[in-house]
């Protein structure tokens, strides 16, 4: 038996790229940055993140580089082989489950502006409300 589950907040390191697959699919691709440890031994931490369907679109439309979030998804791990030195590569890479703003982010920060307002601001009048 195993399970899967990673969640992580940080920041977009680039904007959002969304392509649709030949069945119609949409899918969103992104990276993003996360800071590992506390203190002197804090270190960013890199990570792509891939999100499906209308979330991929969600994430096109109001994300862009820079834009906190809060991802909930599964670790999945790919390995191919490179074409011009034969080499195996591999990543490791998030898919994505849920996708949303981080509480700055959903009161309107510069990096992001969505249109209606999140169920976090509505919860929270200050960060001094937020319960973790």
């Known amino acids: 038996m195993s399970y899967n589950k990673f969640i992580v907040m940080g920041r977009l390191t680039r904007d959002p ?3 649709i697959t030949p069945n119609g699919t949409p899918v969103c691709e992104c990276g993003m940055a996360f800071d590992n440890g506390w203190g002197d031994n804090k270190r960013p931490c890199f990570i792509e993140v891939t999100v499906w369907g209308k979330q991929a679109e969600f994430v096109k439309n109001y994300f862009k580089k820079g834009s906190g979030i809060l991802v909930d998804g599964r670790l999945e791990f790919d390995q191919w082989d ?5 080499k ?4 490791h890479y998030i898919t994505a489950e849920r996708v949303t703003f981080t509480i700055s982010d959903a009161r309107g920060s510069e990096n992001s502006k969505p249109q209606e307002s999140s169920s976090a601001e509505k919860r929270f009048e200050n ?3 937020v319960p973790f």
Do not use: F, Q, Y
């Open 88 to 91: 195996k590569l591999s990543k």
């Open 82 to 86: 490179d074409k011009e030195t034969g």
């Open 17 to 19: 790229e969304l392509r």
């Open 127 to 129: 960060t001094e409300d």
